[in-house]
């Protein structure tokens, strides 16, 4: 029973980072304007994510622009857009594979692989985590560096937005998810066969030993040529 809860929330948190993963990168909140130097301009901010960028006013309203160019956009724009892409694809496959190995369903059921496929659901959990942690922890360092160098000037300076924040807990629950289903699914699913007692020896003996240890029979005696007097 604690193995099938164990269950239940490695696949809970997996769904969850999926679903931030999802979340984080439709997002436009990747980088956002900094407002320090002579920049204290608070009336609009500035956002740029990986598909759009937005201008958000002190009014509320949100006006959003789609990249026109895919082939101009930065080379780590460009991967980030994969690794973020191929991990939202990757944790719906080993969702999928998770579903079929999980004890709690009745899919494959009696099959000897139901447990590895469990285990391959939770080791794809984890890979799109780690793909998702990468661009993420690759643009937060980006934005950190240009932050603080001097040379940038401030009207152009970025801040950490709310889908790296995001992207780091998304990240952080479907490792978490995928670890605890590894653990929970090991590969002693099968029933255990009853042990056979030991063996017993085999005998060295004689073969006539197994049949001369009762004491021999009256009509044996009788046969043999002895009387019964001659034993008292």
């Not at 990168?25 to 002579?38: E, F, K, Q």
């Not at 201008?55 to 026109?68: A, E, I, K, M």
Request: charged share 10%; with cysteine; proline share 6%.
């Amino acid at each position: 029973m604690a193995s099938w809860a164990l269950e239940l929330l490695g696949f809970s948190l997996s769904l969850l980072g999926f679903l931030g993963t999802l979340i984080a990168t439709i997002l436009p909140h990747w980088w956002r304007s900094a407002h320090v130097g002579a920049n204290i301009i608070t009336a609009v901010t500035y956002l740029k994510g990986l598909w759009m960028e937005c201008v958000r006013h002190s009014t509320g309203v949100y006006q959003c622009q789609l990249y026109r160019s895919q082939l101009a956009l930065p080379a780590d724009l460009r991967a980030a857009r994969a690794l973020m892409v191929i991990s939202c694809l990757l944790a719906v496959l080993a969702a999928g594979v998770a579903v079929l190995g999980m004890r709690c369903t009745r899919c494959a059921e009696g099959s000897p692989a139901k447990a590895s496929m469990a285990g391959a659901g939770g080791v794809g959990f984890a890979a799109a985590g780690l793909l998702c942690l990468v661009p993420v922890a690759w643009s937060t360092n980006s934005v950190v560096m240009d932050f603080y160098n001097p040379t940038v000037p401030a009207g152009v300076k970025y801040e950490i937005g709310q889908a790296l924040y995001l992207g780091f807990v998304s990240s952080a629950f479907t490792i978490l998810g995928g670890a605890l289903l590894c653990t929970s699914c090991p590969g002693s699913w099968a029933p255990r066969q009853p042990r056979s007692g030991p063996a017993a020896p085999p005998s060295f003996g004689p073969p006539g030993d197994s049949k001369g240890n009762h004491a021999p029979s009256l009509a044996s005696v009788a046969h043999s040529g002895y009387r019964l007097s001659d034993y008292v």
